[in-house]
């Protein structure tokens, strides 16, 4: 049989973030608010975790609230019209219901319809998975621009007497513009999962059960954190070289290290471990910010040039990884 040819869409050969934006919680939470119902102190946070506060979201503020600030910041940062926005990806964990998906009302909230909108649910390597397929689409012709958020009201499912996580996570929201370049400011995508260590973070029922009765507390977050830590620090590292390897640089080549905001003792094993020199810049904003899961790395990017603006041009290695277990890093240059 013969078969009548088909049109073939191509895009720019090149991607790059243009701007970022961010929202975090308006109530700032600190460890001493939370340390009677775990019965723990201040110092015993901060030593395991390098927590000082963390911000929190109030009770009428959802996930799709943060992320609507996040990406009009974007969005105007990076100067251009909402309508050239062809995809609109939400990373999150924290979406309240089902349907519809945070991405779809955000695309309506900011003016980008009718773009193609999708939540990606990776956890805490969302917005890298995000940023991976943002690069993907603009490359492939099938967007010109494609907003990505990591939004997490993650407080919605913390059980305040839990030691294994709860003190850690807060909420937020950050946004990138992801559009083409006359350079390459995206390098391959390292990412992967493995569910057979499913059971290290994970929630302590299913919402069907709750509804049925057959547990009688709303499901919450928990996490082996030494499983967890080393899975971290030792595997993570690898595949944060891996990174470094399919860009074709070496670390000594970055300006800036943002990984994933778990715990501020796996983010200074992560250096020790890549051999960063002291001239990387290495994002920490888990310390007044907290976990915020899929939010965490743009957040702390945001951060990061707000309060190093020489930063701008240089590459960034970026890294995310959590609950699934996923995985996911690439190296970008910084808008």
Do not use: C
């Given at each position: 049989?013969?078969?009548?040819?088909?049109?073939?869409?191509?895009?720019?050969?090149?991607?790059?973030?243009?701007?970022?934006?961010?929202?975090?919680?308006?109530?700032?939470?600190?460890?001493?608010?939370?340390?009677?119902?775990?019965?723990?102190?201040?110092?015993?946070?901060?030593?395991?975790?390098?927590?000082?506060?963390?911000?929190?979201?109030?009770?009428?503020?959802?996930?799709?609230?943060?992320?609507?600030?996040?990406?009009?910041?974007?969005?105007?940062?990076?100067?251009?019209?909402?309508?050239?926005?062809?995809?609109?990806?939400v990373s999150t964990i924290s979406n309240p219901v089902v349907t519809p998906s945070i991405s779809a009302l955000l695309a309506e909230r900011v003016g980008a319809n009718p773009a193609a909108a999708y939540d990606i649910e990776a956890a805490c390597a969302g917005y890298c998975y995000g940023i991976a397929q943002a690069d993907a689409l603009i490359r492939a012709g099938m967007a010109e621009y494609v907003l990505v958020v990591g939004a997490e009201k993650l407080s919605e499912f913390i059980d305040p007497t839990d030691r294994s996580i709860s003190f850690?996570?807060?909420?937020g929201a950050g946004a990138a513009i992801v559009g083409p370049s006359d350079f390459v400011g995206i390098s391959p995508t390292i990412w992967g999962s493995d569910g057979s260590k499913w059971d290290t973070i994970h929630m302590t029922g299913t919402y069907?059960?709750?509804?049925?009765?057959?547990?009688?507390?709303?499901?919450?977050?928990?996490?082996?954190?030494?499983?967890v830590f080393r899975w971290a620090v030792w595997e993570?590292?690898?595949?944060?070289?891996?990174?470094?390897?399919a860009a074709g640089i070496t670390s000594?080549?970055?300006?800036a290290f943002i990984p994933h905001q778990a715990n501020m003792r796996i983010i200074d094993e992560f250096a020790k471990q890549l051999k960063l020199p002291e001239s990387v810049v290495v994002a920490r904003d888990i310390a007044t910010t907290g976990n915020t899961s899929a939010a965490s790395i743009p957040l702390a990017t945001h951060r990061l040039l707000e309060e190093n603006p020489e930063l701008s041009g240089g590459l960034a290695l970026q890294i995310g990884f959590g609950a699934g277990l996923v995985f996911g890093a690439q190296v970008v240059v910084l808008p």
């Open positions: 049989m013969n078969h009548l040819p088909l049109k073939q869409v191509t895009g720019p050969q090149f991607t790059r973030i243009h701007a970022v934006g961010a929202a975090r919680g308006e109530i700032v939470v600190t460890n001493d608010d939370l340390v009677e119902a775990i019965d723990s102190s201040d110092e015993w946070i901060r030593q395991r975790t390098g927590i000082i506060e963390r911000r929190r979201a109030g009770k009428g503020v959802l996930a799709v609230d943060l992320a609507t600030t996040a990406a009009m910041e974007a969005i105007a940062r990076a100067g251009i019209d909402p309508q050239q926005i062809g995809a609109v990806l850690l996570l807060g909420d069907a059960a709750y509804r049925d009765s057959e547990i009688t507390e709303w499901p919450t977050m928990r996490q082996e954190g030494a499983t993570m590292a690898k595949v944060a070289q891996q990174a470094l390897d000594a080549d970055l300006a």
